[in-house]
């Protein structure tokens, strides 16, 4: 018998007792459809249900918490009864660290663990999980036009294409309705003058616009010819690892920048990044972008890893309007303003501009041998117009270095929700500080440290 359960399904047999929902919510209705012979009725928690769409509710995720399936026989007046998880005794567990119960935020956190989408409330309880087939990453969500959409990335190889040696998961943008049901499947655009073969998405961003309107990142090899000859580089050609923006409206390629067509970043790359005789790389990753945001003014903030930079473009033309750290600087920032490395930069609703700044040391990048860093947030009040910092802030915890990935966002002028990304040390996966009063107000904590068992990102949203 199958019980699709939020368009998850659930296959149940007589043998078989080990079961768990796939997909769950507690805080929306669970809608089932149920698959069975006739002569079958099927009862969940007392309800009976059929083939038609039909809704559950569910109060809680855990492990001690279970759904009861009673499958009667009507022609031999029998029946089969099965308890069902709705979290599985194997899955993720996490630990919670509610250090400030009095001053409690009020909202929901949004994170990956390997093949786990989980939203939590500020209490630490999950509200809503999936297990997928595939490793997943980049859980979030939007709200366009009193519409909810959720998105995430699901890792895919099977497009071809996949670049070796590029620190970027190939994968495909699931795109979901308020009731988590699948909606879109978004894919990197084939087009005449650039991805002109299946490429997957690159998974570091990808921004839901409106309905069946998106922004999305993609990495894609190309053999370039246009390195400035003040760069040392071979005269043959070299395999560079382009990077795509692309807008995409109801299945349209409307808008599209690629990091080619700006032959001036070739020479802000970091070494070793700044492979141009492709010794050391397949594809030389001389760009790295790994976040895009939406300015107030409608262009498009990008961070850069490996230029250690953030560059704000155009959204009609493409041109670059300026770029603020690295080799590139154009607001005369000190060394210590400067990033290492970051991800993750967002505009503010005070208009400052916060960025992940992982902090890598940038020394041990240029010598090639690996070093502790300090991860911290960097804040920028810039006036752009005139390409002047008028002020900068850091917020950090000593000794905590995050390698890779990672976010932070400001919730009010001293407290951040950080997604702590790859982490080398035994820190919690999400926390929430008050800078302030240099305290930590809540952590959601996981002990194993692997690529997989590490979140992305930890989102932060009221509902």
Known sequence: MEINFNGAKL??????????????????????????PKNIEVYINGQLFGEETSELL???????????????????NTSIT???????????????????????????????????????????????????????LNFNRFEIDNKVFY??????????????????????????DENWRIIDIVELMKNS???????????HEFIVLGENHYLMLGYYGETVFNIPSDIDHSEFGVRVCANVIQEVKN????????????????????????DYYNLNYQWDDYIHMNSIDVDNDGN????????????????????ILWILGGKGDQFNLTNHQKLSMQHYARRTKDGSITVFDNGTDLKAIEDETFSYGQTRIAEYYLDEEQKKLISFNEYKIDQQYSQIMGNADKLSQDIFVIGWGGRTTQSPLLSVIDFKNKKPIFNIVYPKITFESDTYRALFYKE
Not at 58 to 76: F, Q
Not at 153 to 162: E, I, T
């Open 58 to 76: 569910i109060n809680e995720i855990s492990n001690d918490s279970k759904i009861e399936i009673e499958m009667k026989d009507t022609k031999t």
């Open 300 to 319: 498009y903030i990008l961070s850069m890893r490996s230029l250690s930079s953030i560059v704000k473009i155009d959204s009609t033309s493409g041109e």
């Open 193 to 203: 003058e650039t991805i002109k073969y299946d490429t997957p998405l690159d998974s």
């Open 11 to 36: 296959f149940i047999t007589a043998d078989e007792n080990d079961y768990y929902l796939p997909k769950v919510s507690s805080l929306t209705p669970n809608y089932i459809e149920v698959d069975a």
């Open 82 to 136: 099965k308890e069902v998880q709705t979290y599985p005794s194997w899955a993720p567990k996490f630990i919670v660290e509610n250090m400030d119960e009095e001053n409690i935020i009020d909202g929901y956190f949004y994170f990956t663990i390997d093949k786990w989408l989980l939203k939590v409330d500020a209490n630490g309880r999950i509200v809503f999980s999936w297990f997928l087939n595939e490793y997943v």
């Open 151 to 176: 998105s995430y990335n699901q890792k895919n190889y099977d497009k071809g294409n996949v670049l070796s040696g590029v620190g970027y998961v190939p994968s495909m943008n699931v795109v979901l």
């Open 251 to 274: 299945g349209e390629l409307v808008w599209e920048w690629n990091s080619t067509n700006y032959p001036e970043l070739y020479g802000m790359t970091l070494k070793p990044f700044a």
